[in-house]
């Protein structure tokens, strides 16, 4: 089953049961939130392959540009057309709020992955017929799973006999798949790795996600200097 979609295309990537706040400033993304709060529909949310995320000529950058005193026109080698990933997420707008000038400042919650089919229409967004992708779960993968929390956890233990402070450690989720996407979302890794972890299997994750935490307990000497802890750790 497919369905239309209207895309962001941006500089990261987003993972179900994940949040994201962004700004929005392009008139053509100001379009696009006034139509999914009017409707109550989802956007999805892109990793860009290439191009930009910005329009070097949308009236906001412009503006920006003259407050900034750069004259002329905006560098014809910026503001390329983004061209995404083929698979995403579904961001649902949990909380917005519209300023006076058109801009607005929102929080999404990240749901379901979906596969770029074909894209409907370019101008003055993005917008692609979409379909859903499966989720996975079975009770091979829970042998699987409750290494990777033992890994979570052993990390924090070794983490905190390295400095001597009792981190609070956040409760993990009991669902595998949605173990999965919680550390995907807060491990510090660059967002071609993110990227892969989306479109991979439940199982390819849970064994990449462990390997990456158990490499780097294997980092943790007995005592690392203040601010050097917890490095592939993001907590957005």
Known sequence: MTQKMPLFPLNTVLFPGAPISLHIFEERYRMMIGRCLEQGSPFGVVLIRSGDEVQADDPWIRRLRALAGAAGEPDPAQGSPAIPH???????????????????????????????????????????SVSY???????????????????????????????????????LPEGVVELTYWLAHRLRVDTQRKQHWLEADVATRISEMTAAIEAE????????????????WAWN
Not at 158 to 163: F, G, M, N, P
Not at 220 to 230: D, H, M, S, T
């Open 133 to 171: 992708l499966p989720e996975e779960s079975s009770d091979a993968l829970h042998d699987a799973a409750d290494v990777l929390r033992q890994a979570y956890q052993h990390y924090w233990s070794r983490l905190q006999a390295a400095t001597g402070y009792a981190h609070e450690v956040e409760r």
């Open 86 to 128: 083929g698979i995403g997420t579904t961001a649902r707008i949990t909380d917005s709020v519209r300023l006076d000038d058109g801009r607005y400042y929102l929080v999404a919650m990240g749901q379901h992955r979906f596969r770029i089919q074909y894209l409907i229409q370019h101008q003055p967004y993005l917008v692609a």
């Open 217 to 232: 307990v294997a980092l943790l000497p007995g005592v690392r200097p203040p601010g050097e802890y917890g490095s592939i």
